[in-house]
């Protein structure tokens, strides 16, 4: 039989926690054949090479298109992506594909939605109409990329709202909740090995990560960075902290420099460039587990994925601006004093927290349902698809 042939691509290791599951359910269908194409970070030792995290997943990598990163500017990652976009177009002109899957909000991810969308392969988007409208790239990308995808998947109802809204079909767009839910296995967590995992003793957990804040002005990115690393090292006469690195938007390299100073200064840093998917969510579930610490940043993990574990978070910032946030998480500006107090005043056991992102529906039946509103039964696509 015919298989429907159909590429995922990642160049991001938070991206690839949401594509996972997809991964795993696509490879699983007899309808079709799933390839993989990774770039980006995921294939750079500055940021812990992730790509070994998938190869533990046994996920085989069809292709990996490795551009230099030089994004560390905004105008410098123009040329990154132009670069990086002239490789996934003469990677498309030597395949076949019947679909392409993307995730989220990158420019990476954009870069392979406009090439694919030129040469009218059909887009299936996931995590589309979200709003983070706070000093970074990511919306008017995601939107971008959803108005060049043919079928939409929600992490939750507000954003498959904002879709239909921004005019799309109906027939084309699905809430299915936040992806990573479908595989947490809490159960296989075991305190004590996480305990020795990590080195932790009985001082209250930091889970921290900070990504670059795109600002009109780069001072005021760096000031706000300084007074976060300011509070981390007033907290870490209380608090045992683990750091993880930030994505590759422009600004990073700032972010690392603060990383390794802080790691030389203070001994109860722990400094993992990537922790993976089933590490941070170890930690996330330790931490709630023992109602002892919380998550810290400005990651979308720690509004999206904390919650499961019961863990409070502290969003710090602008970054997650109008997100659909649970009620473990606490918005605090970038300033020292303001992140202390919060932490000092705000952070306490709320009981049962409702998860937004939380959809009870059958996630498995999710190839047979694309199959049925792409393909005929002669696996030709439909003429209304595209």
Known sequence: MKKISIVFFSANRAEYGLIYPFLKIFSESKKFNLKFVV???HL?????????????DNINIFTKLKVPLQTDELENTAVYFNKLQEKINSFLKKENFDLVFLSSDRFETL???IASYLRKIPIIHYEGGDVTEGGALDDNIRHAITKLSHLHFTSNQDSLKRILRMGEEKWRCSNIGYSPLYF???????????????????????LFTLHPIIKSKLINSKMDVDEVFKSLKILSRKYQIIVTYPNFDPGYKYIITKINNLKKTTPKVKVIKHLGRKNYHSL?????????GFCMGNSSSGIKEAVVFDC????????????????NVIDVDANSKKIIRAINTK???????????KIKNSFNKLPEDIFQKFFNKDFKLK???V
């Open 184 to 206: 947490l296995e809490k159960k296989k967590f075991k305190l004590n090995e996480i305990k020795n995992n990590f080195s932790l003793n009985r001082e209250p957990l930091i």
């Open 284 to 292: 996330l579930y330790y931490i709630g587990k023992n109602k002892n």
């Open 111 to 113: 870069a392979f939605a």
């Open 312 to 327: 409070p978070t502290i969003n710090i910032g602008d970054r997650q601006k109008s997100r659909l946030k649970p009620n």
């Open 383 to 385: 003429k209304c698809t």
């Open 347 to 357: 952070i306490k056991s709320k009981g049962k927290i409702k998860n937004p992102y």
């Open 39 to 41: 770039a980006g970070s």
């Open 44 to 56: 750079e030792r500055e940021f812990g090479s992730s790509i070994n995290e998938i190869k533990k």
